[in-house]
């Protein structure tokens, strides 16, 4: 019997002062939210504060945390030793405008566990960091063009945006053709389209998300890291892998570690920098140098890379990033998160089958995502790293809205933050949390299937 009263009709009333919230921002914010990640219909929520798994919105609703600070916080919110290590910090200076001893240890701390990095170069962001990597790729090689995978997020700027979004040959608004023609996108997991792309010479890199598009939502194949890295050594072309969201999660020295596969360079951001701003560029140290002055006869000055950013490894972000790395060097740190993932996504999808509902959850390490409405062919009840029989463009872009806002609407009702209808585990997080969203799972889906939105 469909209940007299929809998700959305209690989210509304239940979330009142984000509504409120909202319409106050749509005034001053352009588009009223300030990444399109947290754009969400009717509205979107308003945090108040946040501690370890946890955080509480502006109706005082307590709600376990899976947006994880876009993935930045593999400790939960406010870490005690990164709280710390920044507030002792804050007191010492926020920005001396000069190099300082903590920005040496963060650079030794990512070297000691990237397996690709000999020397590191800080960035503001992910997207700066991938921006930088692109460029020194060029100036190694001489070559102007960039390969890059269909559905792939690498940050926003003008040459990572070209086919993030499908259908992903679109124009995209304000990025100049002059741009678009420097980038060859790839079809999802094409290894024979990139071998013909490389084979004519004039590909200076390929960047990928080595857990494929989002976190994992589009997965590559077994093997495809280890054909990529033959190719692109065979064609001298940079390989760099986009750690931004994989790096200190898959393992501590991130998904090259746990595959094995050594790229020619990797871009950092998110747990880098433990919860705060900022973000890295490291690789081999033939192609870093490209950054460095040298004072030797010969040099010339024009060839340098240049690399200006105020806020380049900021004490602040240093500090957080030195203390946080120095946890997640320890295994057992993503051991944790990785069996909390499996738990979960396990969860789901058992309660998907037992109370037939159409749908299925998939994902690697300590990410997982949703679809709701449709099925996937190996949907046992169980743990999903591919699902077979889907398109590669609806894994990317999730469920249908209706059923996404549903979702996203539902869990928050029962006490949970899912992000982009999936979410990223920390460390911190535990076997109660995972049992608490399952449950929540539980009543948003069936809630779902007794409103007749499955028919
Ligand atoms: C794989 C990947 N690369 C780059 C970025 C951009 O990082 P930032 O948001 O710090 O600019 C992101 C952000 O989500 C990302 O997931």
Redesign the pocket.
Known sequence: MAPDRTIEQDFTEAFKTSESQYRRAMEAIAGGVTHDVRHMKPFPLYIENATGSRKWDADGHELIDFVMG??ALLFGHGHGEIVEAVNQQMARGTHFGAGHELEIEWGERIKQIVPSVDRVEFTS??????MMAMRLARAYTGRDKVLKFAGH????HDY?MVGEQAPFNRKVPGIPQAVVDTMVVAPVNDIAFVEQALAKGDIAAVIL?PSGA??ASIPVPDGFLKQLRELTEKHNTVLIF?E??TGFRWAPGGKQESEGVTPDMT?M??IVAGGLPG?AVGGRADIMDLLAFKDEPGWNAEKKVGHPGTYNANPLSAVAGATCLQMAANPRVQKHADELGVRLRTGFNKVLVDENVPGFVWGESSVFHVILGETCENQTGGDIHIPQGVDPVRLKSGSDAKYDHALYQGMLLNGVDLFHGGGLISSIHTEKDIDATIDAFRKTVTRMRDEGMFK
Do not use: L, N, Q, R
């Open positions: 876009h993935g962001s992910g997207t700066e960091a991938t997020f690498h940050g926003w990572a998300e989002s976190w986009d931004v969201i871009t951001a998110k973000g």
